[in-house]
C-alpha cells in the first residue's frame, strides 16, 4: 500500500529537548516536505525536499533543520524547540512538483 | 508565487451540490490548479486538478474558465462526510522550487 509514514503521532517535550520526528514514503517519490498546520493559518511548508541532499526552506523554517540522505526518509529536526513550536506537523511526498501530494497522517507536538 | 483566495466557509445540506469558487488572479501560464480535502486531525487529500476547461472524476469536477483567473470546484450531491476543509492551490512554474502553497481554505458544513 502506497503510503507516508510519521512517527511519533504525538509527542510532549520540554523547551529545548532536542527531538526528531521521522517521515518515511514508499512510492520512490522524489519530492519530500514538511508542513505545519496552526488554527486559521492553514498548512505553511517548512521545508521541502527535491532529492537525496537536495533541500530548500519553505515559508516557516526557523527553528527547524531537515536531511535527505535516503531518498524515502526525510526526518524534521528541532534543535532546541520553544513552545511556539507546538503545532500539528504533516510531511507530504509526490512525484513531481506538480503531481498530487500525500501525506502522513500528522505529529501533534506540544512543546511546554 | 501565485495566491489564492477562497471564501472562509460554507453551508449546505445533504444532497446538494456544493461550488466552491476559487480566485487566482496572478495564475502563471505554466501553473495547474489543484484541491485538496482535510478532514480533522488526518492529513489532506487529494481532490482533483486540472490546467483549463473541465476535469471530472469520480469525486468532483472542476471548472476553469477560458482565463484561468479563478476555478470552481463542484461536489455533486454532498453527504455529511463531505464536511471538511477544502483548498485550492497553484502550482507554480517548475523551476525546481517549491510548488502549491496552502492558504487557508474553505470550511464546508453539510448539515442533515
Known amino acids: 500500500e502506497a503510503q507516508v509514514t510519521q512517527n511519533p503521532r504525538y509527542l510532549i517535550t520540554v523547551t529545548g529537548k532536542k527531538l526528531t520526528v521521522t517521515c518515511s514514503q514508499n512510492m520512490n517519490h522524489e519530492y519530500m516536505s514538511w508542513y505545519r498546520q496552526d488554527p486559521g493559518l492553514g498548512l505553511r511548508q517548512i521545508y521541502y525536499s527535491m532529492n537525496v541532499e537536495v533541500t530548500d526552506k519553505g515559508d516557516v523554517p526557523e527553528g527547524y533543520k531537515v536531511s535527505r540522505k535516503e531518498k524515502r526518509n526525510f526526518p524534521l529536526i528541532l534543535e532546541s524547540p520553544s513552545p511556539n513550536q507546538t503545532s500539528l506537523y504533516f510531511c507530504?511526498?509526490?512525484?513531481?512538483?506538480?503531481?498530487?501530494?500525500?501525506f502522513g497522517p500528522g505529529t501533534r507536538l506540544t512543546v511546554t | 508565487l501565485a495566491k489564492t483566495t477562497q471564501p472562509i466557509s460554507m453551508d449546505s445540506y445533504e444532497g446538494q451540490e456544493v461550488n466552491i469558487t476559487c480566485s487566482h488572479n496572478n495564475i502563471a501560464t505554466n501553473d495547474y490548479i489543484t484541491w485538496y480535502q482535510q478532514f480533522p486531525s488526518q492529513g489532506p487529500r487529494f481532490i482533483i486538478q486540472g490546467y483549463k476547461t473541465k476535469v471530472t472524476n469520480e469525486v468532483a469536477s472542476l471548472f476553469i474558465p477560458a482565463d484561468r483567473k479563478s476555478s470552481t470546484l463542484s461536489l455533486p450531491r454532498v453527504s455529511l462526510s463531505d464536511t471538511a476543509v477544502y483548498y485550492c492551490?497553484?502550482?507554480?512554474?517548475?523551476?525546481?522550487?517549491?510548488?502549491?502553497?496552502f492558504g487557508s481554505g474553505t470550511r464546508l458544513q453539510v448539515q442533515p
Open positions: 492551490l497553484v502550482g507554480e512554474r517548475d523551476t525546481g522550487r517549491r510548488a502549491l502553497t
Open positions: 507530504a511526498s509526490r512525484s513531481d512538483l506538480i503531481a498530487e501530494q500525500y
